[in-house]
Structures are given as C-alpha cells and as structure tokens.
C-alpha cells in the first residue's frame, strides 16, 4: 500500500516500524530510475521492491537493449542508510563521472553511466507498506526475525492461492518445509503432496519419472507406471532442486504446466492433471537464464511467486528457537524413555548463534541430534554441540590425529575436514561449501580481485562468481 507525504531528506530508503518494541512492519521508499541517454532513453523503472536488477537480459526488472550493457549489470538494493547502487560484474563497468564504481550509495538526483546508456535516481515521495505476520511460524517453519515474519505474511497470502511458487535459498535453509506447509495450509491439504528431487533421478528416466510411460515403452518398462503428476493429481507436486532438471526436457515440463495435461512415455493418449506446482533450488536461475543453462519461459512459469529464504546467519535471532525446538522434538523421545528432559544453557546458545551455519538449518538440526545423544544432561553446554573437528565444530577439546592425504587443486592442498557424524548428501555439502571458499579466494587472490578475469579463468558467469564472492563474504578488488 503506498502513502503520500515521505520526507525525501531523509536517506533510509528501508526502515523497519515497531510498535511496543515489536516489529510490525516495514516502510519502503519507492524511486525511480530514468533512462536519459542511449537506445533506450525515456523509459523508467519504478523501484518499489528491496533489489531490481538492469541489464539485457530478459529476467532484469529494467531490460536495455544498449548492446554495450551486460545482461546482468548492476543492481540498486534498499537498505537503512539508503539505496545502493551496486556493480555485478559487468563488463564495461559502472560509472560515477569518470569513477568506475563497485557500489555507492545514491542520492535524489544521482546520475551515472552502465555501458553507454546514462541513467538518472530520484527517490519519489511514496511509501510502500510491507506488513509482517504476528506470527512466529507458518506451518512446518519456525522464526521470530523480520525477514522470516515478512516470508510468513507473504506465505499466509499465497498458500490458499493456486499460484505456482519457487522458494529459492541457500542448502539447508527449510525450502521443502515451506512447500509442505503452503500444501497444509491451501486447500488441498487432504489429498496427496508428492515430492521429486530433480537431481536425484538419472537423465535417461527423468521423464518416464514425472510424466509415466505405457508398459514396453522401453527396455526395462515391465509395466505401465504413473508418473509424480498423476501420483499428486488434486493435490501439490514439488519439484526440488528443479535447476538440476535436464534443458531437453524444460519444454515438455513447460507444456505441463500450461496445459496441465500430459502423455506418458509410449502413449499418444492425453491425460488431465490438476496438480498445484511449487518449486525449489539453491542455484540462481536468473543467471542459469544468462547462461543459456535454463529456459526463459519455464522460468517465468515457475516465479509467478518467487520467495527466497534467508540464510540462518541472517536471522540470528531464530537460533533459539530452533534448538528449543529440536531440543523439545529429542524431549519427547527421552520422556518416553523414562529419561529427563535436555535445556541448552545461555553460553552454548550463545556459541551457536555466533556460528555461521554454511548448512543453514539442516546442519544445526544435525549439532542438536548429536549433542542430545552425546550431551551430559540435563543442561548441555557448548562442549556437547561442539565436538572433535569438522565441518560442525568450533573448539577441538581432543589432541588433532596426525594428518591424512586430503584431496588436492591445482597442486595446493585443502586443509578441510570430513565429519561421517552428518548424513552423506550434508557431509557432502558442508566440504563442497568449504572447498568453494578455499577455491573462489585463491582465485581472486591469482587475478588481483579483477572478476572478469576471474570468472573467465573458472568458467563461471561474472553475475554467478559475484553470488559465490557474497555468499562466502569474499572481498572483491
């Protein structure tokens, strides 16, 4: 909702509004940005949203067609102290004058340069409302902050729709759990949730997985099989980790979702579907776009709601709340047991809040598993959460074992740690989300913090190497 009346003078273009020191809303200051020369001058973007993107391509807020401008360009993000406009990379650059710029903060009337096209900001006197829930969880999902209650306002609008929705977010951030409780709260909670995990099933039978085939259809096919369309007819299908899904096959799953109609493998018979589709991935599909790697249209389809999930060292404040959940799910099971209750004490929730959790939720439901097994009760401490080395301690108590061949990059080895305390698939992820810091500051390290170069010399796009930088909180020159 926006209102009139906003004091331009002030340079916070986010502010969060308390009421009985509890958060209850977030005011946004809309702007706008003005395209005064090159192929595009006189076109505007109104910014009412926390991030707008320009560039060529198709999926940035403000597309230009300026052929000097990359497709991903720069980015202008709200915050407290004001707007920013922020370099992504690009090509020939973004300037101030005759500055080329990392990031700056703008002010009313800022003019400056992408390529060759010459935009001007300027703050408008609008307001946009954004309400946050009174709510301290949606279904499944837990959190007190102010970007989870803000996700939860958003999800108790979307979840009785029959909107399609994409959650994105980092590994371990909670994204099936939100898709099963936008299933729970919509109205068709009675009837099936089915789940597909794109990256888990061979290319060579991903189709015959989502859409069935006929019995003979191919070797192997000894009877006729309903695909996850069908199993979840009336009710939800989520498609997780849907970057992962094959580019050949993007337009058959397009075509579903337009048409809700399908044809299994080996049949020419046309079956209905009445399915709703939420889909997840911790991979940007905006620069999976760029690259040629995901299709434009199917893109578009899935985002009609686009939500993305926080990383657990954003929200800081939900630590608590979490164990105190886990805590209590591990309570129920030593009650049973005849066994008393667990609490965790001040100085390991502290400990556990200061910890960056690069596995997000996932890896912190696993650190409580572990210390409520292990843990001297009734109160654990930060000795029991953190124990021996890996990718889950903070402190080594124990003497370290003598050293062991480690995988090896470029003839420089990897001091990391393997920790067969988590399941594999986060094991996995919690030593590729290590070798990914190692790797991306050496990297820069080798071209002098120059992304160009650097993301030439890796193969990555500049607007994918610069979400790996933010995401591992590397500097860049």
Known sequence: MATQGADVRDNAALKTVFVDNRPTAKRLRKSKLVVL????????????????????????????????????????????RGYILRDVGSTNGTFYGDVRIREIFLRPGTVFRAGKTILKFQPTRDILTIELSDRDRFGHVLGTSVPMRQIFAQLERIAPSELTVLVQGETGTGKEMVARSIHDKS??????????????????????????????????????????????????????????????????????????????VGSDKTIKVDVRVVAATNRDLRDMVTAGTFREDLYFRLSV??????????????????????????????????????????????????KRWPGNIRELKNVCERATSLGDGPVLTRGDFFIGTGPLALSAPAPAP??????????????????????????KQALLDEFEGIYLARLMDRHDGNISQASRAAGLTRYHLRELLKKHGIHKA
């Open 37 to 80: 020369e090159g192929p595009d001058a006189g076109r505007e973007l109104e910014v009412a949203a926390e991030e707008v993107t320009v560039g060529r391509s198709p999926v940035c807020d403000l597309t230009l067609t300026d052929s000097s401008v990359s497709t991903q360009h720069f980015s202008i993000v709200a915050g407290d």
């Open 187 to 264: 109205p068709r909670a009675k009837k099936p949730f089915v789940v597909l995990d794109c990256s888990a099933i061979p290319r060579e039978l991903i189709e015959s997985t989502l859409f069935g085939h006929e019995k003979g259809s191919f070797t192997g096919a000894i009877a006729q099989h309903r695909g996850v369309f069908e199993q979840a007819d009336g009710g939800t299908i989520f498609l997780d980790e849907i970057g992962e899904l094959d580019l050949a096959l993007q337009p058959k799953l397009l075509r579903v979702l337009e048409n809700r109609e399908l044809k299994r």
């Open 305 to 354: 709601v686009a939500l993305t999930l926080p990383p657990l060292r954003k929200r800081p404040s939900d630590v608590a709340l979490l164990v105190e959940h886990f805590l209590a799910r591990a309570n129920e099971r030593r009650l049973e047991q005849g066994r008393e209750p667990l609490s965790a004490s001040p100085d390991a929730l502290l400990a556990l809040q200061e």
């Open 402 to 427: 003598a050293p062991s061949p480690v995988p090896s990059v470029g003839g420089a080895d990897l001091q990391w740690g393997v920790n067969i305390d988590l399941e594999f698939k986060d094991a």
